[in-house]
Nanobody
Framework: QVHLDESGGGLVQAGGSLRLSCAAS????????VAWFRQAPGKEREFVAA????????NYADSVKGRFTISRDNAKNTVYLQMNSLKPEDTAIYYC?????????????????WGQGTQVTVSS
């Protein structure tokens, strides 16, 4: 198991940018597939982006393609989500997730390690 700790959320105007970070501790992180999910009030948790252990294979939700970029720095045990051209509908709590030797899956049931989340609010 790894412990995941998200940061970087906040309040931003529509069209702005934020970079979320997810710091991992507890085990060797370089073998983990990682992902970001988000959950808006009253809605199901939904997939945002995922990245395999090597950083060479990615998946993105259609709603964020071309605006968000997932990346990782295994030397720092950290995963990032760069969010550009933010929209009010991107407002949600964003969660980092990880699965050892996993694939960059879009299913939340793939991942068994989760952070506590960081709030992102985009004002219109």
């Amino acid at each position: 198991q790894v412990h995941l700790d998200e940061s970087g959320g906040g309040l931003v105007q529509a069209g702005g940018s934020l970079r979320l970070s997810c710091a991992a501790s507890g085990r060797t992180f370089s073998t983990y597939a990682v992902a970001w999910f988000r959950q808006a009030p009253g809605k199901e948790r939904e997939f945002v982006a995922a990245l395999d252990w090597s950083g060479s294979s990615t998946n993105y939700a259609d709603s964020v393609k071309g605006r968000f970029t997932i990346s990782r720095d295994n030397a720092k045990n950290t995963v990032y989500l760069q969010m550009n051209s933010l929209k009010p509908e991107d407002t949600a709590i964003y969660y980092c997730a990880a699965q050892n030797w996993g694939i960059p899956s879009m299913s939340r049931y793939t991942y068994d390690n989760w952070g506590q989340g960081t709030q992102v609010t985009v004002s219109s």
